[in-house]
């Protein structure tokens, strides 16, 4: 009778069982996690569209410049950069929690051997020895370890765009250092060029000085413009070599081990688009990181969730245990056990609740992030969009302005020479005309950094069928 009773105590607790996974099932629902979205234009500059682009980083745009000494530095930028050496020990990091999450899945098996010596009550003393091989398997009933998975998935994904995205702006930081540094070349050329005339100005006017010719306000006036062009070179040679400096600093080397022949020649610019479209954001790291944490947050919350249900698990050991060692592994010794258990959590203080409040506004963060990451790049975007063509307007018009400085400054110089006009007239022009020439470097450089920035804003080339000719 008792074990007809103990049969029917066993059937109603699974039947119970079975009726709370049922339950809880129906009322419980594993969280999806998807994409977000955000408003975005369908494309930049006109109202057209083009033709979508990749969706990941163009890692050679820029080749685009046609430089290969630019080339060349970037190539070792790649293995000479502690910053992106640094990311990727930190991708590795995330990559290992992946591996962990999942190891969460399967089961784990131990081996435990013990000895012990123990005294009854009677006072007489035993030994015994232990050998096992447990095993423990926690079901996944409620897809608490695989969003688990796909959270440290979404993690590992966005430690990889950030390295993509610290990649890309080391690499954008290289071509704008270059491009400076060429800059700082050409000025200084343009200087010493001027700093030779003004000085074969100042020994001519000194003969003409010495003949009586012209008052010694004009040797005084010739010769500050000449020393003035003087402390211009000086300046601009500082900046040239501070600029290596961090230039080998990129590069991962000492800032005075960096070696590079001089050039006047700035890197040739790609032809600037027309309209761009918008899918092109689809491939910036940092909103591809944006979108992962997201998606980690989603998984996150599911985790926090399934808190609140009961953990089911599936333990099974066999082993041995004697109190001779020489028996231990007899038939006789031989134990073995199988079961399943549940763990439910009744009260915790609401820290099940909390847990779930605070990953829900980790959401809410991680959705705002990314809305202001896509804000901000169609920002930046446009911003140099429209800087690009601004700049190449202003360098056509700065190139008329330095052909008429210097035409002014041959009439001056011819009037001076027939004695019409003091030489104050002669360094006024050449002052115009100096500084309309640095001044058209300077558009030129700002061009080439925005086309620069552009590339970066869109990490990579755009559509060459968007490109005007």
């Not at 005075?256 to 032809?271: E, H, K, R, T, Y």
């Not at 027309?274 to 689809?282: F, G, M, W, Y």
């Amino acid at each position: 009778m008792s074990m007809r009773r103990s049969r029917q105590a066993k059937a109603l607790s699974a039947i119970a069982l079975c009726l709370l996974l049922a339950g809880c099932a129906s009322w419980f629902k594993k969280p999806v996690v998807v994409k977000p979205t955000a408003r975005a234009p369908e494309s930049f500059g006109a109202p057209q569209t083009a033709n979508a682009a990749g969706d990941a980083v163009d890692r050679a745009w820029w080749t685009l410049f046609q430089d290969p000494v630019l080339n060349g530095l970037q190539a070792q930028l790649e293995t000479g950069n502690l910053n992106l050496q640094l990311l990727s020990a930190k991708v590795r990091q995330a990559q290992a929690s992946v591996a962990a999450a999942q190891a969460s899945l399967w089961p784990s098996v131990s081996v435990t051997a013990g000895a012990a010596r123990s005294v009854s009550g009677g006072g007489a003393a035993s030994n015994s020895a232990s050998l096992s091989l447990p095993l423990t398997w926690e079901l996944d009933v409620w897809g608490r370890i695989d969003l688990q998975t796909q959270a440290a998935q979404a993690n590992a994904l966005a430690s990889q765009e950030d390295l993509a995205l610290a990649r890309l702006s080391a690499q954008a930081t290289l071509v704008q250092t270059y491009i400076a540094i060429r800059t700082a070349e050409r000025q200084q050329a343009v200087v010493e060029k001027a700093q030779a005339a003004y000085e074969r100005a100042l020994t001519l006017t000194r003969y003409r000085y010495d003949a009586g010719v012209v008052s010694a306000a004009d040797v005084a006036q010739a010769e500050s413009q000449w020393q003035s062009t003087v402390a211009q070179r000086i300046d601009v040679e500082t900046t040239r070599q501070q600029l290596t400096h961090s230039l080998a600093v990129l590069l991962g080397q000492a800032p005075s081990a960096l070696q590079m022949a001089a050039s006047q020649a700035l890197p040739a610019l790609p032809a600037l688009p027309t309209v761009l479209p918008a899918s092109l954001l689809q491939r910036r790291p940092d909103i591809r990181a944006a979108e992962m944490r997201v998606m980690g947050a989603q998984a996150q919350l599911g985790v926090a969730q399934t808190a609140f249900f009961p953990t089911f698990s599936f333990a099974a050991s066999s082993g041995y245990k004697s109190t001779e060692l020489a028996s231990l592994f007899n038939a006789s010794s031989r134990l073995w056990s199988l079961g399943p258990s549940l763990a439910l959590s009744l009260f915790d203080g609401g820290q099940r609740q909390a847990a779930k409040d605070d990953a829900r506004a980790a959401l809410e963060v991680a959705l705002l992030n990314y809305q202001q990451t896509v804000l901000t790049l169609l920002q930046e975007v446009e911003d140099n969009l429209v800087a690009t063509h601004q700049l190449q307007a202003q360098e056509a018009a700065q190139a008329q302005a330095l052909q008429a400085a210097e035409r002014n400054l041959r009439i001056t110089e011819a009037q001076y020479a027939a004695g019409t006009v003091s030489y104050l007239n002669v360094v006024t022009a050449q002052a115009s005309a100096l500084a309309a020439q640095r001044n058209l470097l300077d558009v030129q450089s700002r061009r080439a950094l925005a086309v620069t920035q552009l590339l970066k804003n869109l990490a990579g080339r755009w559509d060459a069928a968007t490109a005007s000719k």
